[in-house]
Nanobody, 124 residues
Framework: QVQLVESGGGLVQAGGSLTLSCAASGRTFSSYNMGWFRQAPGKEREFVAVISWSGGTTHYADSVKGRFTISRDNAKNTVYLQMNSLKSEDTAVYYC?????????????????WGQGTQVTVSS
């Protein structure tokens, strides 16, 4: 079992940067693939990025490719999302999630564990 707690959200101007963190509890963190999703008001939760259990493989949504970077530190049980060149359309609640296999990583429903979310607001 994994418990996830996000932090690092806040208010930032367009063009600015933020780094989100997701701290996990449990001894098996290093065996999970970790994803970041976001949900804006009135919209469905959407995939942002995923990183494999080893950190060797990453995938990004087209909307954030080249601006966001996902990484993890298995010694610290933490996954990060570095967000640069932020745009107003990046405003959302950001969630981290964990899943044990690598398939269908863009699909929120296949992730078994979720954090409570952290708000990111980008002002234009």
């Amino acid at each position: 079992q994994v418990q996830l707690v996000e932090s690092g959200g806040g208010l930032v101007q367009a063009g600015g940067s933020l780094t989100l963190s997701c701290a996990a509890s449990g001894r098996t963190f290093s065996s999970y693939n970790m994803g970041w999703f976001r949900q804006a008001p009135g919209k469905e939760r959407e995939f942002v990025a995923v990183i494999s259990w080893s950190g060797g493989t990453t995938h990004y949504a087209d909307s954030v490719k080249g601006r966001f970077t996902i990484s993890r530190d298995n010694a610290k049980n933490t996954v990060y999302l570095q967000m640069n060149s932020l745009k107003s359309e990046d405003t959302a609640v950001y969630y981290c999630a964990a899943k044990s296999d690598g398939s269908y990583y863009r699909v929120a429903s296949v992730y078994g564990y979720w954090g409570q979310g952290t708000q990111v607001t980008v002002s234009s």
